[in-house]
């Protein structure tokens, strides 16, 4: 078994103390932090949730196995975080109302600081409000966005609505993402941009900016 697989195996297991072990040996070895997140602790998480989808685990089982990546996440921290660039700029980023899923949000907001943004990150069930009230306080030049559930979706479109109506939306540029959003989901609710995966949501940033 590759360590990858290992990750993925104990992640899926939600051993939690596992999976910190195995992503130090990884790092020890020193392989791809990316393969490490994407054929360890996502390809983990995309099993679980088809196992839940098909009734096979129920919500604590996904719940210990989202525990166990995050144990994973916070042994990458610190190597994600280092910022190896000049400062860009700022950028708010959060969960939208209704959603508390915060792993993608979390691991868009720690490679955003790596790649050299100041990061505001308001957490899970951001109201728009919220989110208006931030961007007035902070005047970032980005929002990103999250959503997980197809029923959330609608709260990305609430968020940029009260963006338009607070005067705001010409000033900052909106990115979003999550497993159910698309780029055509994207255009619709009028966001400047979708991004698939952290690292595509670096480029965009960058790219909206420049
Ligand atoms: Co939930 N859940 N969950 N869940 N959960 C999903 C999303 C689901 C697809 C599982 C399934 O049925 N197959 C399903 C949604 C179905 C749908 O809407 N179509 C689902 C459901 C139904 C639910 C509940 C309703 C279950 C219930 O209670 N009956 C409930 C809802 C709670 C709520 O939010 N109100 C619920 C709860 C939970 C837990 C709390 C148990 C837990 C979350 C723990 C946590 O986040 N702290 C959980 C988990 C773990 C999952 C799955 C298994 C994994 C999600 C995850 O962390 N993936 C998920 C199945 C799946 O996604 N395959 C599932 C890893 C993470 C790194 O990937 O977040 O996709 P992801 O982020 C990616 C990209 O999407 C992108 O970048 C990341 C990769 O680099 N990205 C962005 C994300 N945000 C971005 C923002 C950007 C740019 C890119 O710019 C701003």
């Given at each position: 078994m590759t360590i990858f697989a290992e990750i993925k195996q104990a992640t899926m297991e939600g051993n939690a103390r596992g999976v910190t072990n195995l992503t130090k040996q990884a790092l020890e070895a020193k392989v791809n932090i990316n393969d490490i997140v994407n054929d360890g602790f996502i390809s983990a998480m995309g099993i679980i949730g088809e196992k839940f989808k098909n009734g096979e685990i129920y919500v604590p089982e996904m719940l210990i196995a989202a525990r166990a990546m995050k144990a994973g996440l916070k042994v990458l921290e610190p190597l994600l975080l280092?910022?190896?660039?000049d400062y860009i700029g700022k950028a708010i980023i959060g969960t939208v109302q209704g959603d508390l899923h915060d792993m993608g949000k979390n691991l868009v907001s720690m490679m955003l600081q790596g790649a050299g943004w100041d990061v505001i990150d308001l957490g899970v069930n951001v109201t728009p409000e919220k989110f208006v009230e931030a961007v007035v306080t902070h005047q970032p030049q980005i929002v990103g966005l999250s959503a997980l559930l197809t029923t959330t979706m609608p709260a990305m479109k609430l968020t940029i609505e009260a963006l338009v109506k607070a005067g705001l939306r010409d000033k900052v540029k909106v990115i979003v993402g999550g497993a159910p959003i698309s780029a055509q989901f994207a255009e619709e609710i009028g966001a400047d941009s979708y991004a698939s995966d952290a690292g595509v949501a670096i480029e965009i940033a960058k790219k909206l900016v420049s």
């Open positions: 280092l910022t190896t660039r």
